[in-house]
């Protein structure tokens, strides 16, 4: 009898699998969620009654090209981009997939630097991408430029960037991406990933949209699971050069988004006054914690994100279970290339308070 493993293809050898974080446990004790970067105010009103309305046709195919809400997003780009430009997908991680199956061939290879999101590396491997991991470099976890442009070889197909990056929480500067840009090859495709753009205050953060514009080979993925509190309902998007984005349209599936989704989403777009009490809520959060891990002699990274990485004072294991305990959940971030490493995504005042609280009841052991 023939082995069954010999009908698998030969890259995707059982091997780690991405897993998303935990849902919360099904108890009655209030636990607050600090462990997958959502937003702690929920989703924008104006986008759950957009979605109650269109559950009214669910029985209704939707809108095969997603027109409105690309139409939705040139608004909210106040027409710096035409709808050619926008590719929206099932969630960013669904962008990061269609991205590489539009773009990887057997034996082509993809950069990227831990800590980083793990969809990079795991979803390469699903299209053969030789996968290449150029850190990045301690103590502050810096993009390694002169590491990454000496590890292009004529192989080189996709380079992942992204800003602020999960989980460090650290971003590029300007600068550091003009010189980075202006010494890619036309032959490879740069994916900056976005997703917490709105969180970023960094005078010196700049998004993927100039250099969209300029021509250059950069994607930009976007999420509705963070800003817009939608990560239930698993919306995102890319936006790129037109010839760019005609190319990746070719193999967007049919009827690819909810009728629910897309409704949601430009409901979200519409909500100004949402977007800006969750990132005032991030904002503060981020001073708050920072001063209060200070005071508490905690090590962590300073964030352009909702979220921190700190050093626990014990294993991340121990660590995560012990705040559990309290009521808290947090992420152990090893799989993301940050061993010993925890990721805490910051909440509403009254769950940052409680982390302050818990913390400083575990003592190093
Ligand atoms: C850096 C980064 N990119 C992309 C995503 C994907 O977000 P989603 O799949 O929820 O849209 C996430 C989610 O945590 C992320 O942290």
């Not at 996968?131 to 590890?151: C, F, K, R, S």
Request: glycine content about 6%; aromatic content about 10%.
């Amino acid at each position: 009898m023939e082995n069954i493993a010999s009908i698998f293809k030969s890259h995707l050898e059982p091997k780690e699998v991405y897993k998303g974080g935990k849902n919360l446990p099904s108890s009655s004790k209030k636990i607050y969620k600090l462990s997958s970067n959502e937003n702690p105010l929920g989703a924008s009103p104006k986008a759950v009654s957009a979605l109650k309305l269109a559950a009214e046709t669910i029985d209704i195919y939707p809108d095969q090209t997603d027109i409105r809400l690309r139409e939705a997003l040139v608004q909210d780009f106040n027409n710096e981009l035409t709808v050619n430009q926008f590719i929206c997908g099932n969630s960013g991680s669904e962008i990061i997939d269609m991205l590489l199956r539009a773009f990887i061939n057997e034996g082509d290879e993809v950069i990227y630097s831990n800590p980083c999101f793990l969809p990079y590396s795991v979803f390469s491997r699903w299209y053969g991408a030789k996968q290449i991991d150029i850190p990045l470099t301690n103590p502050n976890y810096d993009l390694d430029v002169e590491g990454i442009l000496a590890a292009i070889t004529n192989k080189t197909k996709v380079i992942f960037l992204t800003s602020p990056n999960n989980p460090t929480g650290t971003y590029i500067p300007k600068t550091v991406l003009d010189e980075f840009l202006n010494h890619i090859p036309k032959n490879i495709i740069v994916v900056f990933d976005e997703v917490y753009r709105h969180f970023a205050d960094a005078k010196d953060y700049i998004t993927a949209l100039p250099y969209v514009k300029k021509g250059h080979n950069i994607i930009a993925i976007n999420s509705f699971s963070k800003t817009y509190g939608l990560a239930g309902q698993r919306i995102g998007y890319c936006y790129t050069t037109t010839i760019l984005a005609n190319y990746i349209r070719q193999i967007q599936k049919p009827f690819l988004l909810p009728s629910t989704s897309i409704e949601a989403a430009i409901g979200a777009l519409k909500d100004q006054i949402f977007i800006n009490k969750t990132v005032e809520l991030v904002k503060e959060g981020r001073h708050f914690l920072a001063e209060s891990f200070t005071s508490l002699g905690i090590r962590f990274w300073p964030t352009q994100g909702n979220f921190f990485i700190i050093d626990p004072p014990l294993t991340e294991m121990k660590f995560t279970d012990r705040l559990m305990k309290e009521g808290i959940m947090v992420r152990p971030v090893s799989q993301f290339g940050a061993p010993g490493k925890v990721r805490i995504t910051i909440g509403t005042q009254e769950a940052n308070k409680a982390l302050i609280e818990a913390l400083k009841k575990i003592k190093p052991e």
